[in-house]
């Protein structure tokens, strides 16, 4: 204030120029009432203050807060909600309303669901690729890529085969790895009757048996073919 002198050039100057006055007389302890007793005076000392009213900072307070649901409606209760999903407990959730608010974005799946799409799966369904490469048998027929017998373990059911168009039809012979006789089976089901009299176990321990597939081929075909036998253990 030192050096500040009148003329003014603002009501702000002028009352600070007064106060400073004041404090320099060195009777008197700091402002008082008398020092800022109009809203006039007030207003000339804090008209270049930026202030915010009580309707604003709630606004900023909201802003920042966010849209978060009544349970969690100040940080410290929304912070005690995460901490506690480390560890969650029945009484963690005493209302539906609760529980749906924290599982509104999850993605979760029944048991029941879970269990259908392991069926749609077809984890245990398995198949047996009979190959014939021709239906010769003479010595300019290399025969060495046949594959037309599988060793199996334990029962299987629902069987069904598909073979390729060079076939009219397929049968099948089966034995006990430990016996030395086939027996012969028309078609699936001829076959599935005798692994249901004969096999037992599962796939892992059960019975040990050989499959094998007898191709019947169309007049006038000679080439490869195939049989796809399904199969559910």
């Keep these: 204030m030192e050096g500040l002198t009148p003329p003014f050039y603002s009501r702000t ?28 005076k007030l207003n000339a000392i804090l008209e270049d203050g930026e202030l915010i009213s009580q309707s604003q900072f709630n606004d900023t307070i909201m802003a920042l807060r966010g849209n978060v649901p009544v349970n969690a409606n100040t940080l410290e209760k929304l912070y005690n909600i995460i901490q506690g999903m480390q560890s969650l407990k029945r009484e963690d959730f005493d209302t539906l309303e609760e529980l749906n608010a924290i599982l509104s974005d999850a993605d979760l799946v029944r048991i029941q669901d879970l269990a259908d799409a392991l069926v749609a ?11 014939f ?4 048998w003479d010595d300019d ?25 060079a076939l009219s039809a397929v049968s099948y012979k089966t034995r006990i790895d430990t016996s030395s006789t086939w027996a ?22 059960g019975t040990r048996y050989w499959i094998r597939c007898i191709p019947t081929y169309k007049s006038g075909h000679y080439d490869e073919a195939m049989n796809v036998l399904t199969y559910v253990v």
């Design 184 to 205: 012969y089976h028309l078609n699936t089901s001829a076959l599935q009757n005798w692994i249901n009299a004969n096999i037992s176990g599962n796939e892992q321990t």
């Design 13 to 40: 100057d002028e009352l600070l120029y007064k106060i400073y006055l004041k404090l320099q007389g060195g009777s008197m302890p700091g402002l008082t009432a008398n020092d800022i007793n109009t809203l006039s």
């Design 121 to 131: 799966l077809n984890l245990k369904q398995r198949k047996f690729q009979f190959y």
């Design 133 to 136: 490469p021709d239906s010769q």
């Design 141 to 165: 027929h290399n025969q060495s890529l046949r594959r037309d017998r599988f060793v199996m373990r334990g029962k299987i059911t629902a069987l069904t085969d598909d073979f390729t168009n």
